[in-house]
């Protein structure tokens, strides 16, 4: 296996050869001081359009950077509680703010440990924790949070999600089981009953 194939001295050619494998194409790339940038536009299995974009440091690390949702606007304290329950929920990924106050999540790999599958994995990984929490982050990314009818369109990642769903192991199973339980009715609240907490 060559080098590059390892992580060790991961070069642009490298990543986009990676990601040809991986039948992931960008809409757009840079490079500035040595970073190299490429721009996606991604789908989950539930959530569509997930900006994305790859950032590649030779000398640090390969980074999935997801444009999670618009700046924050009201509440706040509470939108930033929930990015830091998000964070104790999913390992190996991270939520926080970027400098407009927009939610971002980033999942992070060694240089030396970077190739194409957990690049994939990575990227992956990102698409379900989108989809797991589609509902709960529907009122950043929608007037009304009212999530957008998707019953007609097809999913660019569902290919690399299944590629991976052994790797995702939970996570993606937690994805297919909030869909499932949001597909059942609630069940009925029963009448409180006087004195049945004492």
Do not use: C
Not at 94 to 121: M, Y
Not at 149 to 175: I, K, M, N, P, Y
């Amino acid at each position: 296996m060559p080098l590059a194939d390892q992580g060790a001295n991961v070069r642009p050619a490298d990543i986009e050869r990676w990601l040809d494998e991986l039948g992931l194409r960008p809409d757009a790339s840079s490079d500035r001081e040595g970073v190299t940038s490429w721009d996606f536009r991604l789908d989950g299995r539930r959530r569509f359009d997930v900006p994305v974009t790859l950032i590649l440091d030779p000398a640090l690390a390969l980074i999935v950077w997801v444009h999670f949702a618009p700046p924050i606007g009201d509440g706040y304290r509470k939108s930033y509680r929930r990015l830091l329950r998000w964070n104790d929920e999913f390992p190996f990924a991270k939520f926080s703010l970027a400098e407009d106050e927009r939610p971002i999540l980033t999942v992070e790999l060694a240089i030396e440990a970077a190739d194409r599958d957990g690049l994939g994995i990575a990227i992956a990984r990102s698409l379900a924790i989108a989809d797991r929490l589609l509902e709960e982050s529907a009122g950043w990314l929608w007037i009304g949070g009212r999530i957008p009818d998707t019953s007609g369109r097809t999913s660019r990642g569902a290919a690399l999600l299944d590629r991976f769903h052994e790797e995702l192991g939970e996570l993606d199973s937690l994805e297919e089981n909030a869909a499932d339980e949001a597909a059942i009715p609630a069940a009925p609240q029963l009448p409180a009953v006087a004195g049945a907490d004492r």
